[in-house]
């Protein structure tokens, strides 16, 4: 590991740097890269100024089958700081150390056997040259001289080597650790051996209750929808249209179009709600499903690939039209709900079981669960800027005004919330602090989990550092000194 992981502070510290080098590995692309900028600030003392200047192009590293050149450590940083990344506290050594660290994971995935989707790749490669030509006004022609290569093709090879090199490395990071757990004896020994002058601070926390009503289309406007999607299913059938055109031309979930609509099913692995993935493995590969409901609208399947326990998948997604008098009477009934709350007549955490439209916290009172540590418990300075926003005036137990947002699929909704059980700002407390302890406790067994794998791996892997970076101060023994 980049890190010796001793105590909770170094663990808190560890993961902001881990997070950086995660941008590192899903951003880094194209020999190494596409980079739009022109030039690449220093990233502290040990950092080389690459502004303005062409140098040719040496091999700084072999990692089993991958090689590690020059410039992909220039690319990567350059990259870093396109995705807003922050570059303080990150030298080139740890940027270098990292790459060595990706291409030691996807050695030994392809060793392994880990498989990633082709599909998936060639589609990630489409969306990200999508996205650096709008970016940085080049045609196509032009970002081919500017990176040097031959054509069109050997472009999006390079790419997709590039991609397809991260992605085993994510998977083969995601296996060392899946079986990893902690017991809550392992947990008390984690906590009781911080020095009671090192334990964190949890800032402020408190819980949020929220509910939600969302306007109704008509029946109408429902059949509407699945009409028109039997009638594109029919017309890929019946007369060999392209799914992934109609996905372009009609599909409602706008961030799949880049990919034609494709997502990756993994059976262990959900990535998509139950009904969707419940549709898809009853398919057979090549089938079209009928229109089926779930609760981001109506869809249809095109069931393109099976490979084991992963099914590639192109959907269309379309969202009834809702009306304005819809929108006006779910505004009228969530107005009536919050009525009945402040003046006593019912509970909030009563109403939202009665009344509320959102299924992931009708049955809990309206509670919202925290994504990070799978409790009630929010902490304000770890808390989602969105949420903040919503809640930071109100004081517990009071009722906000009705609030209206627009949804993960643009449909319009309204809600009222309230937050409760506010603790001050305090020392961890292992009892009341025990899920956040447990994750921390997690993380480090995890870390030791890689550290062992990597001083294992490289080892029997044929590694060769060359040049100046020889002179690198690693973490890892990747000089096998």
Request: proline fraction near 2%; hydrophobic fraction near 35%; include cysteine.
């Amino acid at each position: 590991m980049l890190l010796n992981i001793k105590n909770l502070k170094s663990i808190i510290k560890f993961n902001q740097y881990l997070l950086i080098c995660s941008i590192c590995l899903v951003t880094q692309v194209v020999s190494a890269q596409i980079i739009i900028e022109d030039e690449v600030e220093e990233v502290k003392k040990d950092s080389v100024d690459t502004s303005n200047s062409r140098k040719i192009d040496g091999v700084a590293a072999v990692v089993g089958d991958y090689i590690i050149l020059d410039s992909d450590i220039d690319n990567t940083i350059l990259q870093l700081k396109a995705q807003g990344a922050s570059m303080e506290g990150v030298t080139r050594c740890q940027l270098f150390g990292k790459l060595l660290e990706d291409k030691l994971y996807a050695h030994h995935a392809i060793q392994d056997s880990v498989l990633v989707s082709d599909a998936e790749i060639r589609s990630a490669v489409d969306y990200q040259l999508q996205q650096f030509l709008a970016q940085s006004g080049k045609t196509m022609e032009e970002l081919i001289a500017f990176y040097n290569k031959q054509d069109e093709k050997s472009f999006r090879e390079e790419m997709f080597e590039i991609n397809k090199s991260n992605k085993l490395a994510s998977e083969m990071q995601k296996k060392i650790i899946e079986e990893v757990e902690v017991t809550p004896e392992e947990v008390r020994q984690f906590f009781n051996k911080i020095p009671e002058d090192e334990r964190p601070t949890f800032g402020t926390e408190l819980k949020v209750a929220q509910i939600v009503i969302e306007p109704k289309a008509s029946p109408e406007n429902v059949q509407k929808a699945i009409d028109q999607l039997k009638q594109f299913r029919e017309d890929v059938m019946e007369n060999g249209a392209s799914f992934r055109s109609k996905v372009v031309l009609y599909t409602d979930d706008k961030a799949s179009i880049p990919k034609g609509g494709l997502y990756t099913l993994y059976r262990k692995k959900p990535v998509m709600v139950k009904e969707f993935r419940d549709v898809a493995f009853s398919m057979q590969e090549g089938e079209i499903s009928e229109p089926f409901e779930t609760d981001f609208g109506y869809h249809i399947i095109y069931l393109e690939k099976i490979r084991g326990q992963e099914y590639d998948v192109r959907h269309i997604l379309l969202i009834p039209e809702v009306s304005q008098d819809a929108i006006n009477d779910a505004k009228a009934e969530i107005e009536k709900i919050r009525s009945s709350i402040v003046a006593g007549d019912i509970s909030f955490e009563e109403a939202a079981r009665e009344s509320s439209d959102e299924k992931e916290t009708k049955s809990q009172g309206g509670f919202l669960i925290n994504p990070a540590t799978q409790d009630y418990n929010f902490e304000l300075t770890r808390m989602d800027p969105e949420l903040y926003g919503q809640i930071q005036n109100l004081k517990d137990d009071e009722v906000s005004l009705v609030l209206s947002e627009y949804g993960r699929t643009g449909n319009m909704k309204f809600k009222i919330m309230m937050v409760s059980d506010r603790v001050d700002e305090h020392v961890a407390d292992y009892s009341r602090d025990y899920l956040k302890i447990k994750e921390l406790a997690l993380n480090e067994k995890r870390f030791k989990v890689i550290e062992e794998w990597q001083d294992e791996k490289i080892m029997e892997t044929y590694i060769k550092v060359n040049g100046e970076h020889r002179d690198c101060e690693f973490s890892s023994n990747w000089l096998k000194q």
